[in-house]
Nanobody, 120 residues
């Protein structure tokens, strides 16, 4: 399972970016759930994830500014980030639950991360 994240970059405070993450490879089950981020010197934290088919969970710090969405096949997830702040800077990782065969139990998978830098 490969999770290919893209869309990061350098943006001024108040700007917008859209991240995308697409699952590729061989799997019998896939559910790309959402996004986490890690700022320098800090632990990885939840940004936004799907907790069900439609239900979502956002970090308080991004509510009203970020919107998560995904394709119906649950293989691609997006994160629309508006009104970006310097504290949004970090490496953004996408997360998925996937099973590599019909007899394997689903496990967590992580993308390689995409850097988001917000200049103030």
């Amino acid at each position: 399972v490969q999770l290919q994240a893209s869309g990061g970059g350098l943006v001024q405070a108040g700007g917008s970016l859209t991240l995308s993450c697409e699952a590729a490879g061989s799997f019998s089950y896939i559910n790309v759930k959402g996004w986490y981020r890690q700022a320098p010197g800090k632990e990885r934290e939840l940004v936004a994830i799907f907790t069900g088919d439609e239900s979502t969970n956002y970090a308080d710090s991004v509510k009203g500014r970020f919107t998560i969405s995904r394709n119906n096949d649950k293989k691609t997830v997006y994160l629309q980030m508006n009104s970006l702040k310097s504290e949004d800077t970090g490496v953004y990782y996408c997360n998925a639950r996937a099973a590599v065969s019909l007899i394997a139990q689903p496990t967590d998978w992580w993308g390689q991360g995409t850097q988001v830098t917000v200049s103030s």
